[in-house]
């Protein structure tokens, strides 16, 4: 079996218009089998500062160690970045930012990803920061109604196309008894 085949059985209660005898409104259940969702709350914010934990050691070697100007130690980080994630993730199923956060990235079938579909998810990770827009407005009592805009990068579309998952640590037994 695999990750995208598996689904959760929801119930939820709708009310309707009929009421019982001593006024009580009656409630229908309807049951729903919908995907599992294997991503978490929070998953984007923790991806994009996993991403920058796992580039700041390797800028560091390339601006130190190889004696780099601040915009080459940047330029060769980014596919070292690729490189070593990639061997990380086939190995352990994890690089150093998402050991910090505790995240871990499957395949299909609950496994590490093989070499070459990490590194097509950490080469397809470049094209991830495409910006989404929002606008959000809150209210307090000292400056009344604000509004803001919020950009968010989504950090998906590599993982959609290679079929693989970021869980937590702690999601990966669950989704390995799921799956047998």
Known sequence: MRISELTERKTTRRATRNFDSEGRRIYQEFEYELPYKADFTGS??????????????????????FKQTLFFSFLFSIPAVIIVGSVTETIWGTTLGKKFFK???????GNFPGFSKSLKRNFLCLSNFYPSFSEYTTKNVAFGTQTFFRTDLSMHMNNKLCT????????????KKLLK
Do not use: G, N, S
């Open 44 to 65: 984007e914010r923790q991806r994009e500062c996993a991403k920058v934990i796992d580039a700041i050691p390797l800028f560091l070697i390339f601006l130190f160690v």
């Open 103 to 109: 995240m871990v990235v499957i395949d299909d079938f």
């Open 164 to 175: 693989t998952y970021i869980v937590k640590e702690r999601q990966l037994l669950e989704i």
